[in-house]
């Protein structure tokens, strides 16, 4: 008898625990879980933070947002599911998290690294259609659009080259990524072009030196402490014009890695070292 | 400089005791010097920067005394040549030579044809340093700086760790117990070094790099920080190449001799490992050269010790600056990492030289 009751209480909460998370297809998620930084800062952007219950470990941007233990690289789908989302936005689709969270009847959607400023603004069109949010989007796209262009305008256009560094064992990235795109907003040349191969190479120390750019921009200031001086006293980097002329742009290490709204501080940032560069 | 005295008089001429091969040994040193000079002008000529052979060529001259050449080599040239390429050559030949040396007597003193210098967990100690450098240390500017003494300290601590794990067994097992040992270690630690990566998976890309090696390091600074290390494990090294052949023999057998088999084994095994931490400390994890060097020195001039040890230091150090010309040039301006390299070139190559080869083995 009693056995009876358990099975049947078991079947019970089978059907209804999926049947309670599953909610309508239109529906607006409520319980949304970010486990993409860039998603975070986006969904914050377009007001859809209070929808926002739990964000994974490497989002910490905005500041309110629930920063959790759960993380994107090594998701773990129980402690997901302990959340009871409607609603997960990824960027990556590790160890097949997609087809497990949906056999769980929890949306997924996933927003890969983005290598166009169009995928970008596409990514917070699509976050503001399915968190209802449409009006805030469409008003941040075209915000970050008349700010790019602002700033894109204000420098001086000349041919200069640029070296973007990431770490400081001088990897690099190539005019085909993401942030390889900005530089080309403002016509610069990047020295990693040459390198063949992945968009991301390391580059040899003594071929930067000969490249000799105009402008290095450090995407490692915060990860790995780097700074004009640390670049200055490298061996054989004092001739480098950028080193001579001071023109060596410390962006922060999370703007530059993401492809969210805060492109545009990102943008400022070079426009500024431009400015700077032709005053001197 | 005592002991090795003290042991030419106790083994004056055993029989037993491999013998260099019966011809000369110096044509063996003027080849193995040959190869170094002709490895260090190639790695001053060729790079990603293409500087032009005709200034290069009147630099060096420049250098040469009573020539009367003047340089015809630009400021930002001069700058790649002295401040990038010699320190990255020079740190080829000192890391190259150093893992090489350090691999032949851990074969020598372990009696194992496959030890290397990564054998007693040299290489999992670096490594968790190295990670815990990376991670906790690299918010600032000197983060940088402690990343070579962090591995430099896991490294050597890994290996005491081994050694006293090791010891407890005792008897004749000891050698097993000490290889055993080092497994261990090595694992243990391996272990936290992925937990503690895992926990900062924005340190991956770090830490990956620096276990694939690279030798584009800071220039004149790395290579200062490592020579007095390598002077001392090379002179003790060198010093011993007797008592290793001794060693060949046998523990036993070698105590008969009037070898005091756990004191050398000691000396040894310190003096290999601090020279492999100091190399792994500015270079990451080269691997392979250990093994490979060796075993040619060995197939082409023969098993003594007496003349492998020398002639393995000289090899190591040209082979891992041809490495590293390959490691710069072959996806230039990019870098490949140079642990590639050895591994893809060396394993070949030796193979052929043990398919050839009707010489001697270790």
Same mark, same amino acid.
């Given at each position: 008898m009693l056995k009876r009751a358990l099975i049947a209480l078991a079947a019970a909460a089978a059907v209804a625990l999926p049947s309670a998370a599953a909610a309508p297809q239109k529906a607006i998620p409520h319980r949304i879980i970010s486990l993409s930084p860039t998603a975070t800062e986006s969904l914050f952007a377009i007001g859809a933070g209070k929808q926002v219950i739990a964000v994974d470990d490497q989002s910490d941007y905005p500041k309110q947002a629930p920063r959790t233990k759960l993380s994107g690289y090594t998701p773990n789908v129980e402690a997901i599911a302990k959340y009871r989302p409607d609603l997960v936005v990824i960027s990556g689709d590790v160890k097949g998290l997609t087809s497990s969270l949906t056999k769980l009847h929890i949306q997924v959607l996933l927003q890969p690294a983005a290598t166009t400023l169009a995928g970008t603004y596409g990514q917070i069109r699509e976050l503001g259609a399915r968190t209802s949010h449409q009006q805030q989007a469409k008003a941040l796209v075209s915000r970050m659009q008349r700010r790019i262009k602002a700033a894109v305008t204000s420098a001086p256009h000349?041919?200069?080259?640029?070296?973007?560094?990431?770490?400081?064992?001088?990897?690099?990235?190539?005019?085909?990524?993401?942030?390889?795109?900005?530089?080309?907003?403002?016509?610069?040349?990047?020295?990693?072009?040459?390198?063949?191969?992945?968009?991301?190479?390391?580059l040899s120390s003594e071929y930067v030196v000969a490249a000799n750019p105009d402008v290095i921009v450090l995407a490692d200031s915060r990860c790995c402490g780097q700074s004009r001086a640390t670049?200055?006293?490298?061996?054989?980097?004092?001739?480098?014009?950028?080193?001579?002329?001071?023109?060596?742009?410390?962006?922060?290490?999370?703007?530059?890695?993401?492809?969210?709204?805060?492109?545009?501080?990102?943008?400022?940032?070079?426009?500024s070292a431009l400015k700077s560069l032709k005053t001197k | 400089m005592g002991e090795a005295a003290e042991l030419s008089v106790a083994v004056p001429r055993?029989?037993?005791?491999?013998?260099?091969?019966?011809?000369?040994?110096?044509?063996?040193?003027?080849?193995?010097?040959?190869?170094?000079?002709?490895?260090?002008?190639?790695?001053?000529l060729v790079g990603p920067a293409d500087?032009?052979?005709?200034?290069?060529?009147?630099?060096?001259?420049?250098? *040469?005394?009573?020539?009367? *050449?003047?340089?015809?080599?630009?400021?930002?040239?001069?700058?790649?040549?002295?401040?990038?390429?010699?320190?990255?050559? *020079?740190?080829?030949?000192?890391?190259?030579?150093?893992l090489s040396i350090a691999g032949a007597s851990y074969q020598g003193t372990f009696r194992n044809p496959l030890a290397d210098p990564y054998l007693l967990g040299v290489a999992a100690g670096a490594g968790l340093g190295a990670t815990i450098a990376l991670v906790y240390g690299s918010g600032s500017a000197w983060g940088n700086d402690l990343l070579p003494v962090a591995?430099?300290?896991?490294?050597?601590?890994?290996?005491?760790? /081994?050694y006293v794990v090791g010891r407890a067994a005792g008897g004749t097992a000891?050698?097993? /117990?000490?290889?055993?040992?080092? &497994?261990?270690?090595?694992?243990?630690?391996?272990?936290?070094?992925?937990? &503690?990566?895992?926990?900062?998976?924005?340190?991956?890309?770090?830490?990956?790099?620096?276990?694939?090696?690279?030798?584009?390091?800071?220039?004149?600074?790395? &290579?200062?920080?490592?020579?007095?290390?390598?002077?001392?494990?090379?002179?003790?090294?060198?010093?011993?190449?007797?008592?290793?052949?001794?060693?060949?023999?046998?523990?036993?057998?070698?105590?008969?001799?009037?070898?005091?088999?756990?004191? &050398?084994?000691?000396?040894?095994?310190?003096?290999?490992?601090?020279?492999?931490?100091?190399?792994?400390?500015?270079?990451?994890?080269?691997?392979?050269?250990?093994?490979?060097?060796?075993?040619?020195?060995?197939?082409?001039?023969?098993g003594s010790y007496r003349i492998v040890l020398p002639l393995s230091l000289l090899v190591g150090g040209?082979?891992?600056?041809?490495?590293?010309?390959?490691?710069?040039?072959?996806?230039?301006?990019?870098?490949?990492?140079?642990?590639?390299?050895?591994?893809?070139?060396?394993?070949?190559?030796?193979?052929?030289?043990?398919?050839?080869?009707?010489?001697?083995?270790?």
């Open positions: 000349e041919s200069l080259t640029v070296f973007h560094e990431l770490t400081p064992d001088l990897y690099s990235a190539k005019s085909d990524t993401f942030i390889g795109r900005v530089y080309a907003l403002f016509g610069l040349k990047n020295i990693a072009d040459a390198a063949p191969g992945t968009d991301y190479p390391q670049v200055s006293a490298r061996p054989g980097w004092s001739g480098i014009a950028a080193v001579k002329t001071g023109t060596i742009v410390r962006v922060d290490d999370s703007i530059a890695s993401r492809w969210g709204p805060r492109v545009v501080d990102y943008v400022r940032a070079v426009a | 055993t029989r037993a005791v491999p013998r260099p091969t019966r011809r000369r040994t110096w044509p063996w040193y003027l080849g193995g010097i040959l190869f170094v000079a002709v490895a260090v002008v190639c790695g001053l500087i032009g052979y005709s200034p290069l060529a009147s630099e060096l001259a420049s250098h *040469v005394p009573f020539l009367g *050449v003047h340089s015809r080599l630009s400021d930002t040239d001069s700058a790649i040549l002295w401040q990038i390429r010699a320190p990255r050559v *020079v740190m080829g030949l000192l890391v190259g030579a150093l591995s430099f300290i896991g490294g050597a601590a890994a290996v005491a760790l /081994a000891r050698t097993a /117990a000490l290889v055993l040992a080092g &497994v261990t270690v090595a694992s243990f630690l391996t272990a936290i070094q992925t937990f &503690v990566q895992q926990q900062h998976a924005d340190t991956l890309q770090s830490v990956y790099s620096w276990i694939l090696g690279r030798l584009d390091t800071a220039g004149w600074h790395d &290579v200062l920080l490592l020579l007095p290390y390598a002077a001392i494990s090379v002179f003790v090294l060198l010093l011993h190449r007797r008592v290793l052949d001794v060693l060949a023999l046998g523990d036993d057998e070698a105590a008969a001799l009037g070898v005091n088999v756990g004191r &050398v084994r000691l000396l040894l095994v310190a003096a290999a490992t601090l020279g492999t931490a100091a190399a792994v400390a500015v270079s990451g994890l080269i691997g392979f050269l250990g093994i490979i060097v060796p075993h040619f020195v060995r197939l082409v001039a023969g040209g082979f891992l600056v041809f490495a590293d010309i390959v490691a710069r040039t072959v996806l230039s301006p990019a870098e490949l990492p140079i642990g590639v390299v050895t591994a893809f070139f060396g394993a070949p190559f030796f193979a052929i030289v043990l398919r050839t080869s009707r010489g001697v083995t270790g």
